[in-house]
């Protein structure tokens, strides 16, 4: 396994962040690239849930599927995804953190075989595309605190 982490601290309680990382349709506020992105059922989020996410890479939409694995509120929420052999999981980890929360965001990919020798050239790719992902995501909730709050 090889991947990368990253931790930002943002000025809500873990429950708020929660909300926003499991709920997928808000994904396209905050994930550079994401257009669209829904649940594939009709039914309550659990895991082992579907979202099917659609992306704009190099200007052509790419769409693909991420699988809940894990839904522990409000301190855990992970999403795997499988392209081609290699497996991404995001696990986010939630902590309360004086008035707010710590979020570490890790990035686990895996593959066998041969894929493996490519994993550190998709975590080079993955990290050069995703790596502003926590602090797009503290930007999004906390300005949606602030907007509620002047409402």
Avoid: N
């Avoid at 059922?41 to 769409?63: C, F, N, Q, Y």
């Avoid at 999981?89 to 686990?108: Q, S, V």
């Avoid at 926590?134 to 602030?146: G, N």
């Amino acid at each position: 396994m090889i991947g990368f982490q990253f931790t930002e601290h943002i000025d809500r309680p873990p429950l708020d962040v929660f909300a926003v990382l499991a709920d997928p349709t808000r994904s396209v506020d905050y994930v550079e690239g994401v257009v669209r992105s829904v649940k594939v059922a009709d039914e309550p989020l659990a895991e082992g849930s579907m979202i099917e996410e659609t992306r704009l890479v190099k200007g052509m939409e790419s769409t693909g599927r991420l699988r809940i694995v894990t839904l522990d509120p409000p301190s855990t929420f992970a999403i795997a995804s499988e392209a081609e052999g290699i497996t991404a999981t995001y696990r986010y980890r939630l902590h309360p953190e004086a008035a707010g929360t710590r979020i570490e965001w890790t990035c686990e990919l895996e593959a066998t075989g041969l894929r493996r020798v490519m994993l550190p050239l998709v975590a080079a790719i993955s990290k050069k595309e995703d790596g502003d992902h926590l602090v797009r995501l503290k930007a999004y909730i906390e300005s949606q605190h602030k907007a509620g709050a002047a409402s």
